[in-house]
């Protein structure tokens, strides 16, 4: 079926005098989780990775992925003709490099520019030219071969109200023409989901796992409008919109309008917009490339937004304790497996106030399945737990108020001295992240260390960042700011949530990671500057069973027996007899 | 006269139809510290800080410095008409912001670019043309107005032996051009004085402080041509160069060869290489743009190299023992000065075997000088040791075998606890960027963190960067790595020498740092990969007396002890019995 589809898309391809045609299964919003109606590359290569990209030239296909995948794309790919290359490896053959080599010069390399943001397309553009091949960005050649091609989500949308927003439409509207105006810009335009759902206080569920609404949006010049299929809205909410001064118009007729635009100076995102909005207002325009505001607003949750995300890691916690007054009562008692950990993760979790829905896949791995970073756990491939060794889980909920992230490692039993100290060392890595104090203008690849120096100085390390930003009822990934060893430039700053998420993998034995959600606050200003410190909002005990307490110094301690009082006293009050005694148990002192 | 000067440029300007002339004060080797023939900076303004550049029109001039500068800058600029601006400040006014502002559209702007880099004179090229400017890169004003100027340094120069090179030239002819095949390239272009030194192994003492030799070379193509006044060898050296297959050719007809170039691939590095080179080639020929290879060849020390560096270290702590025995024996008893200090540092270091001169101009401040992190001590404002309190000096020497630079502060009587507290965390800072382990791949700004931590966590810091690299019998400064918070991107790499130099700056009361220099070496490899630590090269004490011991760790106690006992046992079977009863005081276990 796939070979069937290659050649179907070779015949559009001689049609069209493309050949080479690349496919990234990226969507015109530059989406993390991409809807259906974009999955272009599962259609197109059989390969169902959440990482790739492709290129096909008339006798040759290959399909690009990073080492999580390289068993599975293997698999997946075998018979359909598509070759497995290695990508994010140093050294290895390049997409670009790879289709220089297999075309003839003055051939040409076509792809469909809407799914492809600015700076990646001016990189090809950049790599192609200096070898004498052309491009062709504004052809979707995808639309002719995809038979019942799945539809546009349809799910519908709601608003966001200013008690968990914290600002109303109008704020954010001012917030952005102040950046508008400071820029000199006329306008600016939003294609990212969640820049247009935190501007316009709109919330929707077109996304698994992210709570958007499939939208364009421009803001400037005293208007706002919202390309968006207006019957996603019950009557109310369109009238709100309205009367907030929004414009709301046919998602369909946002690159039509985009045509009118002429004269404008114009602000847009490289890395957030799609190369075809670029170049339709590029011809009539001048650009001017700025970092997303709202992507950099929505990073700084203000007061009402961190006090939804409190109360949404309370209904975490309690959840949780469900969770594990459940599993103790059924373990070496009933078959568990691993899928059944994440339904009840879920199940728990839906019984709290203003649930949504899950914030990412959930991660359940015991024992060797622990140590495969991205373990996407299911029915068939799940392993049963017994009661011994230790279980990683990983996972979040979306409530209205908030969304959260939290990974434990627990033991199940019996445990190696080997497990305590990893995950002693994997624990030290946490807490010096989570203690730190540093001055403003810090940036998360200078801290990502602190996560990391227990595990060093042991010769151990984890092979992926520590921290990424989180949205307040938004996506669970979400930027500018990271802490990584990437040098990413943004400095953190006040109301900025990250993960703290340092682990340990050992292949085929186990796998560890303990995962917090911190936020940046204030901490004193003096002689030598501002100065700023975290402070955490996941509220659930750390497994203290698997903790040797000889590697922790004074202070280590005393985190651990702080934060578990903290703990208790923010939960206590909200539990239920049976999760009260079981939280007395989880937070003893140390 | 600086008005005069001035005048005299705005005439030369008017004849050229320039409107507005840049100066830096660079040469055309991108040298950090300048031989007086290109000093125009000083000569033009009067402003004789070692950071600046200015900017002429017909009716205005202005110079950019740092917040270091800007009283000694206020001061030197009085009556010249010359405006002082703050360079690197977030907001300030910028050289091309100010000159876009000044001049009418259409103006040319014109600077020598024989004295600008590559990358900073296409900087310019780009703002101003949008902003519809001419440059005019190819024009020398300064020779026509200059009387007098002084001459091209004509000191002799001498060949580095291979003992302390640990490689040949010919080893070193045959790694360069190994890297030319590897990126398909004809020839490098060598202009930065210790890229070329290194790589003919040659020394000298055109350039204060730095032991090198005014020249320009190529590599490639069996080739090895080294321009330079062949008059500062002796017959026995140039005789040696010429077996080696150098050819040796006047400095002076360095650019006529240029011209002669052509259909070549060649490789420079943007921002070593003068914008006027790049001109010259880019007509007809392909340009590579890479990161100079010797420069990162020569940050990765050899065994020899390191044997050099670690004999350098020995002569170092020998000479400071001097020091400290003289001063113990003179404080509060004779008069002295920070100036005093200064010069005998010098004295007891030049009793040293080898030794060629001072690595770097000397920082000596007691008290409140210590707090002026870059202090350049003078007759003039020396203030006088008193038996009470703290001093800071940093100083260091060229040997023919190597290089040192360190930094201590001691206390020269009853100090205060804050001296103490403060002291102790600067110190913890060095221990612990010394003791980390660190995976391959690891950049300068992950682990800066480390230096600074214990200072954040008690709301101190300091405005420096923690470490630069350090040559080898070579400049004291050197790239391309660096342990700062700036995201540089150059990983640490075996055989690579830095500086670890935190410190803390109280002003008007008192500063103090404490540098050694480390190297890497590697650790070791397993499943997690490859794992490098530093190995500290500095032998002298660390003062004690200053140590809140209650503040330390164990392990932090046990780093004191065992660096002591280290410095005692490399340094006592070298020392008479008068410093080693010193060192053997110094040196007592904590």
Excluded at 210 to 230: C, M, T, W, Y
Excluded at 272 to 292: A, E, G
Excluded at 328 to 339: F, N, P, Q, S
């Amino acid at each position: 079926m796939i070979k069937e589809r290659i050649e179907a898309l070779r015949k559009a391809m001689k049609d069209n005098n493309i050949q080479a045609y690349l496919i990234n299964g990226s969507d015109p919003h530059m989406s993390e989780y991409v809807p259906a109606h974009w999955q272009s590359r599962p259609f197109m290569s059989g390969f169902t990775g959440s990482f790739g990209y492709m290129a096909v030239t008339l006798d040759k296909a290959a399909l690009w992925t990073d080492s999580r995948y390289y068993l599975q794309a293997g698999e997946e790919l075998a018979g359909s003709g598509i070759e497995m290359m290695k990508a994010r490896e140093p050294g290895a053959v390049t997409l670009e490099q790879w289709i220089a080599g297999e075309l003839q010069p003055e051939s040409t390399v076509g792809f469909d520019g809407t799914c492809y943001a600015l700076t990646e397309a001016e990189g090809f553009e950049s790599f192609f030219s200096k070898n004498n091949l052309h491009v062709q960005s504004g052809v979707d050649l995808l639309t002719e071969v995809w038979d019942n091609r799945p539809g546009m989500p349809d799910c519908n949308a709601f608003l966001h109200p200013v008690k968990w927003a914290g600002l109303s439409r109008s704020d954010k509207f001012s917030a952005l023409n102040r950046e508008l105006e400071k820029a000199g810009a006329d306008l600016m335009v939003l294609t990212a989901l969640d820049d247009v759902c935190w501007t316009f206080n709109i919330r929707g569920a077109d996304v698994e796992c992210n709570p958007v609404v499939i939208s364009f949006a421009f803001v400037g010049e005293n208007r706002a409008k919202l390309f968006i299929d207006e019957t996603k809205f019950d009557d109310n909410a369109l009238a709100e919109l309205k009367n907030d001064g929004v414009e709301v118009k046919p998602y369909e007729s946002f690159y039509d309008e985009l045509n009118t635009i002429q004269g404008k100076t114009i602000m847009i995102d490289p890395a957030r917009t799609n190369f075809h909005v670029y170049n339709i207002l590029n011809d009539n325009n001048k650009m001017i490339r700025q970092l997303s505001v709202p992507a950099l607003l929505k990073s700084c949750k203000n007061d009402a937004e961190l006090a939804g995300m409190k109360k949404a890691h309370l209904s975490d916690g309690l959840a949780l304790l469900d969770f594990q007054l459940w599993l103790e009562e059924k373990l070496g008692k009933e078959t568990i497996t691993e899928y059944d950990v994440a339904m009840k993760l879920e199940s728990f979790r839906s019984k709290q106030d203003g649930y949504v829905g899950t914030s990412f896949f959930p991660i359940v791995g015991y024992l060797g399945h622990g140590a495969i970073v991205h373990f996407r756990v299911s029915p068939d491939t799940a392993n049963e737990l017994k009661p011994e060794g230790i279980m990683l889980f990983d996972s979040g909920g979306q409530y209205e108020y908030g969304t959260t992230d939290i990974t434990r490692t627990i033991s199940l039993g019996p445990v190696t001295y080997k497990m305590k100290r990893d995950f002693t060392q994997v624990l030290k890595g946490m807490i010096n992240l989570s203690n730190v104090k540093f001055p403003e203008g810090t940036k998360g690849c200078h801290l990502d260390v602190l996560a990391r120096a227990a595990l060093w100085n042991d010769q151990k390390n984890y092979g992926h960042g520590t921290g990424h930003g989180v949205g307040a009822f938004m996506n669970v990934h979400e930027g500018p700011g990271s802490i990584r060893p990437d040098l990413n430039n943004q400095p953190l700053r006040p109301g900025n949530i990250f993960s703290d998420e340092p682990g340990i993998y050992r292949a085929g034995e186990y796998g560890i990671r303990i995962e917090n959600l911190i936020h940046v606050v204030e901490d004193v200003e003096n002689e030598f500057g501002v100065f700023y410190k975290f402070e955490t909002l996941t509220r659930f005990p750390i497994c203290t069973k698997l903790i040797d307490v000889t590697l922790l110094t004074a202070s280590e301690i005393n985190w651990i027996n702080d934060y578990h009082k903290d703990v208790f006293d923010a939960l206590s009050p909200l539990a239920n007899e049976e999760q009260t005694k079981l939280l007395k148990r989880l937070t003893m002192p140390i």
